[in-house]
């Protein structure tokens, strides 16, 4: 691969999540509150002090509503390490998709009895200035774009009418896209984990749905099947990360999910 691999930059965490997975299939994580007790053993302050080194803004994303949002990213990488769907990936999207599970939400603020419509937007940013840091590559324009790219993304949110809340304004997708490949380059790995974890709340859901969707225009704009894959595994990862231990849910949740997937194909198709 041309790119860090997260088992090698975060072998502590990859090990484990590998035990998170060998503790579900042996009955001995059942319930969210099981979960959570091992991840908060896990993360003792030195480990929160080397992920914050890692992955700044690690140690912000875990302290709002008592680390709930900590808990759910390991919900999604337990899910995800034993999905079906990311299995057959190749070992390089596999890696790739490690690195947008760890990033996804890395820039969330959720409140109580207030969910954060915008935080994709934010959390790619976030990406898009650790990723570097960590190796990945980036075009010569980078250095010159970031800051601004940076803070264009960051305000890219609106509302919507009857809410109060702020969501994503997918008016400016076309420029934050630009943006994208112009410091990471066309399909690169970097700029797809940048893009997958930007447009993560963007895919219409029946029994899941965003605010401020994509309409079908856009969606066969701006994807393309490699990112729509990833997408997939994204979707499919974030409801077990809050669905898992509730199978009735997760399983409709899923197949709504796959419906919505398979459409998507078909679109990019046509």
């Not at 091992?38 to 709002?64: H, N, Q």
């Not at 990833?230 to 399983?251: C, Q, S, T, Y």
Request: aromatic share 10%; glycine share 4%; charged share 25%.
């Amino acid at each position: 691969m041309n790119f860090p691999a997260f088992d090698e930059q975060l072998p502590f965490l990859n090990q484990f999540i590998l035990e998170l997975v060998d503790a579900y299939h042996a009955g001995k994580i059942n319930l969210w509150d099981e979960l959570n007790e091992k991840v908060k053993t896990f993360f003792t302050s030195e480990r929160m002090d080397e992920m914050e080194i890692l992955v700044p803004g690690w140690k912000k994303m875990a302290s709002y509503l008592e680390g709930v949002t900590l808990t759910h990213v390991m919900c999604v990488f337990l899910g995800m390490y034993m999905m079906p769907e990311y299995l057959r990936l190749t070992h390089e999207q596999q890696e790739e998709m490690k690195w947008v599970i760890l990033l996804h939400d890395v820039e969330k603020q959720p409140q109580a009895g207030k969910r954060d419509h915008a935080h994709a937007f934010r959390s790619a940013v976030g990406a898009s200035r650790t990723l570097p840091r960590l190796g990945f590559p980036v075009t010569s324009e980078y250095h010159s774009l970031i800051d601004n790219w940076d803070q264009f993304t960051r305000s890219a949110v609106t509302k919507l009418e009857n809410s109060p809340d702020d969501v994503q304004d997918n008016r400016k997708f076309p420029t934050i896209l630009d943006g994208i490949e112009r410091m990471f380059g066309q399909n690169t790995p970097a700029a797809l984990i940048i893009k997958t974890i930007l447009f993560h709340l963007s895919v219409n859901m029946d029994l899941w749905p965003p605010p401020n969707p994509l309409t079908n225009a856009e969606v066969k704009s701006y994807f393309n099947r490699e990112l729509s894959t990833l997408l997939l595994i994204m979707n499919l990862g974030d409801n077990d990360g809050w669905a898992l231990f509730n199978p009735e849910v997760r399983k409709n949740q899923l197949a709504d999910i796959i419906d919505k997937f398979e459409k998507i194909e078909k679109l990019l198709s046509s």
